[in-house]
């Protein structure tokens, strides 16, 4: 499948195809959150969906299925703090995610958050790559189709092979003077297993 971008390299990988694609990649790029991750030392930004092949990303769930007009947009940007301390993801989702119209599907936003936690707590995992044993989710609030989102997640706890998680999603814009609203929170315990030697250079979540 060729060598693996690295995560400086992902940033510079995408194309939008379109006017509107463009748009929405320069607003989460040049967005006040993003600007001030970028500007930390401790933090690392990357496009993990890149890093996948493309012959394999199509068979992808949310870097390839769920992926393009109407879904998610843009490939998501990431944020990892070193050590797999926290994780910010800053995307975009179309209406066509929905379940009830123009209400983001319950299930979507599991996909999400199951995936951002996992990004989150990989990087202190021994191997850096484990799989979910448990996952459990509070919908807080109605997640409105057609908007910025922003995932935050922290590594809780690490034993082992075993790492726990928790984060949340929350609207990107806000009024100024006002804090974000939980939208919908989660936790997450994951584990390495047996063959994650294989399963690391698969996944690896950074240079």
Partial sequence: MGSMPSDSETLSIYEPPDDFSREIDE??????????????????????????????????????????????VVPPYYFNERDGKSMVQIFYVGPDCSGHPGIVHGGFLATMLDEGLARCAFP???NKVGVTANLQINYLKPTM????????????????????????????????GEEPQKLVEASALFIEPKYANVLKSLYRVSD
């Fill in 145 to 176: 189709a057609g908007q910025f989102l922003v995932l935050r997640a922290t590594t809780t706890k690490t034993e082992g092979r075993k790492a726990w998680a928790e984060g949340w999603i929350e609207s990107l814009e806000v009024a100024e």
């Fill in 124 to 126: 202190a995992m021994p």
């Fill in 27 to 72: 607003h989460i790029k040049n967005c006040a959150l993003a600007v001030e991750l970028r500007q930390n030392p401790d933090f690392i930004e990357s496009r993990p969906h890149l890093k996948i092949p493309a012959e394999v990303r199509q068979h992808n769930l949310t870097a390839g299925t769920l992926a393009g007009p109407g879904m998610i």
